[in-house]
Structures are given as C-alpha cells and as structure tokens.
C-alpha cells in the first residue's frame, strides 16, 4: 500500500504553535519531501522543503518560524510551526518527491490548520 498520511493539524490563537507530521509507506527511493498549503480561493504554495542530505528550503513567510525536519530510516517529514498568524491557515499537504524528477510525486490528503486573530 503506497500512502503519504499527515496529522497534527488543528486549531490555534495566533501566536500558537502546532507539529504536523507526515508518513509515507509504500514509497521508496525518497529524495525530496515538504510542505505546502493551500487556502481557500488561493493557489496551493511552498511552505518548506528538505532532501535526503538534510538540505532545507523555505518560504520567505514562514523563514524564521517554521522548521522542517525529517527520518529517512522512517519515511517520515515534520513541521514545526510556531508563531502562527491567522495567514497560516490552509490545509497543508506532504509531498514526496521519488528520484531526480520533479514530475515523480506523491502527495497526501491534506491537513486542515487554523489559526484565530
């Protein structure tokens, strides 16, 4: 069974914190996996990245207030999200990227987070 799973999303007052956390099973041979999230009406968008070296990416908006980590023994990618603001709120989705090519992908169902003013 091949699934990328994210949990931990919720609610939160603005200034908050939340961990969500991503699972793939199934899938081997992972080099890249991240975060993004799309809001309602918006384009979905980069939140952060991480390869199997450990190299990390983020979005200019959440540089300094999120941080992505990630097992490869698991398969697995977190992200810690503190000082949340109520422009953080989306679903967030995990990516798996398999190989060099970007078109080689998979995506999990979405986590909903919602951060109240």
């Known amino acids: 069974q091949v699934q990328l799973v994210e949990s931990g999303g919720g609610l939160v007052q603005a200034g908050g914190s939340l961990s969500l956390s991503c699972a793939a099973s199934?899938?081997?041979?992972?080099?890249?996996m991240g975060w993004y999230r799309q809001a309602p009406g918006k384009q979905r968008e980069l939140v952060a990245t991480i390869s199997s070296a450990g190299s990390t990416n983020y979005a200019d908006h959440v540089k300094g207030r999120f941080t992505i980590s990630r097992d490869n023994a698991k398969n697995t990618v977190d992200l810690q999200m503190n000082s949340l603001k109520p422009e953080d709120t989306a679903v967030y989705y995990c990516?798996?990227?398999?190989?060099?090519?970007?078109?080689?992908?998979?995506w999990g169902q979405g986590t909903q987070v919602t951060v109240c003013s």
């Open positions: 990516r798996a990227q398999i190989g060099r090519d970007e078109n080689w992908e998979y």
């Open positions: 199934g899938i081997f041979s992972i080099t890249v």
